[in-house]
């Protein structure tokens, strides 16, 4: 199975690759768990319906566990061999004149992070679904689903080359399709899956045109052979390179213009909205980046267009979530937001890198908490998703208020807990530079810090404080242990473990063999920002108090000012992708059809009766009479003659 890779350049200038050694070698087997539990849960029919996803929850737990010896592994090894990269050898994949590919895998630093992540919050979100989707009758499928997201993520975050890094994508997208349309019965939801499936498909094109222009311009589709030859290729490849690799990663990760689909894709079951939000799919544009940061970093004017698209996206998350009232569309623009930091701090550069990756790691514990909370909430009240039905909530869900305030605490960056860690590097490391680049995107991440304080605060004080404005068919209820432990072990992660990674600076020490980091000086003291960014923060809150817990919240949404109606409409991104491609696309579809009907159609069959009316006249004239043949033959003979008289 295995073989020596040998001593090959890597992505890290003065690091090499090695073949895997001890577990690592069975990095396949953390991929291949999940795989094999989706297999046997849509092949193995009904008599898995009891037992299926109970073996879907061991199968993902199994490769956690795996998973975390690797990570102890990689950890105990000698400083000098940590740099070192790792890969396992599969088999040979593609072999043609012009280009050799072995199907590989790469254990490192970084895939690691990312296996650790999808494998233990994947993990939490399984054993939550066994209560969360206890009734329903396909929920074998549902598990298998679920398998099938996590194995295509594994596969995504373990490849060794951008063609095996493209199957995973593919995978996770087809997953998220599956999962996002679960239940299709109803139109919308289906509708929903569609939409998630054709936008991503517009980042997958970008993806693709990224590795034509790499083959074309290295010859090679491996990161060995692609980070080796990067510095040495030309500006504009390696530019064009770089935006098609921001479009795959604005599709993934739901990042300016294409983050449409990610609001719709709520329609899928809760568990589903907190898998995709927080361990697998819109972390993928976030790893794809700061993986390919060889490239990146050698074409400056791409990293700044990661950088603009990062923050232009920070802040339309942030707009839209103020005005949101279903609560798992209101955390879905807080995710796009929150995203927005992490692309931001990955165009920043080696200044921004490990931030980007610490803010995904603690965004997955305090995001997945939260939208597991939401589904308690909601399974608590009738599937109602209106917040201005909610309220008071606090006094019958103790344990989902608690674990889902400590997620509302962690995302807001209350001092001490994990987002205070992670997103004010970001906004430190946003402030580094020259020219009108930090001033800029250190103001941006700045003030989205305070938005976000404040439709954060929006959504739990309607949610869980204030009046009660429930129904009167609805009795609000703690939701089992299948479902709340979880989310306390989820809590538990939002509230400590920045605390861990970050202060003691074991998240730069880990990550920086595979990303490098520099430190750099802030426009502004970090002692001064941490403070301004407490006090907008403070006033975010206060605001939300004040409107949404002290003063009575109408169940019927007010008209609003124009921005909130705008807000509420996504700030018109459906409306305009309507306008400039879907009715553009059903006119030429309506001209296509007109002139195949009038044109092509219409000229075959006319042809065709032409000759079908000239042979029905012609068969009348074979009526079997020897006086009309004789007729005929007279007829003949006389034109023939009178030819010969006028030509004559």
Not at 35 to 43: D, H, K
Not at 225 to 246: D, N
Not at 303 to 332: W, Y
């Amino acid at each position: 199975m295995l073989s020596l890779v040998g001593s090959l350049p890597s992505s890290d200038p003065g690091a090499v690759t090695t073949a895997a050694t001890g577990i690592n070698q069975y990095a396949w087997l953390v991929i291949a768990l999940p795989l094999l539990g989706a297999a046997l849960l849509m092949v193995g029919g009904k008599a898995l319906d009891k037992v299926g996803p109970l073996l879907a929850v061991c199968l993902s737990g199994a490769s956690f566990v795996l998973g975390l010896i690797m990570l102890l592994h990689t950890r105990g090894m000698s400083t000098q061999d940590r740099g070192l990269k790792s890969d396992v050898h599969l088999f040979d994949w593609i072999d043609t004149s012009s280009l050799h590919l072995a199907a590989g895998l790469r254990v490192d630093q970084l895939s690691l992070t990312f296996v650790m992540l999808i494998t233990f919050v994947g993990t939490l979100i399984h054993v939550y679904s066994l209560g969360y989707m206890e009734h329903d009758p396909d929920r074998r499928r549902f598990f298998a689903y679920l398998n099938l997201f996590v194995a295509a993520m594994l596969t995504l975050v373990l490849a060794d080359s951008f063609v095996g890094l493209f199957v995973g994508w593919e995978g996770v997208g087809l997953a998220s399709y599956l999962l996002i349309g679960f239940w299709n019965w109803n139109p919308a939801y289906a509708t929903a899956a569609n939409k998630a499936f054709v936008v991503n498909r517009v980042g997958d094109l970008g993806m693709l045109l990224a590795l034509f222009t790499m083959y074309l311009t290295f010859g090679r589709l491996d990161f060995n052979g692609v980070f080796a030859a990067a510095p040495h290729a030309s500006q504009t490849s390696l530019t064009w390179m770089g935006l098609f690799l921001l479009v795959g990663a604005c599709g993934k990760s739901a990042q300016f213009p294409l983050q449409s689909w990610l609001g719709d894709a709520m329609a899928g079951p809760t568990p589903v909205s907190a898998l995709i939000h927080a361990a697998t799919m819109v972390t993928a544009g976030v790893y794809l980046i700061v993986r390919s940061h060889v490239i990146f970093d050698a074409a400056p004017n791409a990293r700044l267009a990661v950088c603009i698209v990062g923050a232009i996206t920070l802040m339309f998350g942030a707009i839209v979530g103020c005005a949101k009232d279903d609560m798992k569309k209101a955390l879905a623009a807080s995710t796009m937001s929150q995203i927005g930091y992490m692309i931001l701090a990955a165009g920043l550069g080696p200044v921004g890198y490990v931030f980007a990756i610490f803010h995904l790691l603690t965004h997955g514990f305090f995001k997945a908490g939260m939208f597991l909370g939401a589904g308690s909430v909601m399974h608590g009240m009738n599937d109602q998703v209106d917040m201005r039905r909610f309220g008071g909530l606090s006094a019958v869900m103790r344990i989902t208020w608690v674990t889902f305030g400590l997620g509302f605490l962690a995302i807001i960056g209350f001092p001490l807990l994990s987002g205070f860690w992670s997103k004010d590097k970001i906004i430190e490391a946003a402030f580094v530079g020259d020219g009108w680049r930090p001033w800029v995107f250190g103001l941006t991440a700045l003030i989205a810090a305070g938005i976000t304080a404040f439709y954060m605060s929006r959504l739990f004080f309607m949610v869980f404080h204030g009046k009660r404005r429930w129904t009167d068919d609805v009795h609000p209820h703690e939701s089992p242990l299948t479902m709340t432990v979880p989310m306390m072990i989820l809590a538990v992660g939002s509230a400590f473990l920045g605390l861990i990674l970050g202060p003691t600076g074991i998240i730069q020490h880990w990550l920086e063999p595979v990303t490098g980091h520099t430190e750099g000086d802030p426009k502004i003291p970090s002692a001064l920002l941490m403070v301004i960014t407490f006090l907008l923060v403070a006033a975010g809150v206060a605001l939300a108090w004040l409107r949404y817990w002290r003063d009575e919240v109408p169940v019927t949404p007010p008209v609003g000012s124009l921005v909130t109606q705008a807000a509420r409409r996504d700030l018109g991104q459906d409306d305009l992708n309507e306008a400039v491609f879907q009715r553009p696309g059903l006119y030429l579809t309506r001209a296509l059809v007109f002139a195949d009907n009038r044109g092509v159609d219409g000229a075959s069959g006319g042809l065709a009766a032409a000759i079908g009316g000239t042979s029905a006249r012609v068969k009348r004239a074979q009526n079997g009479f020897v006086r009309s043949y004789a007729l005929t033959m007279l007829v003949g003979v006389v034109a023939i003659l009178g030819v010969v008289w006028v030509v004559q």
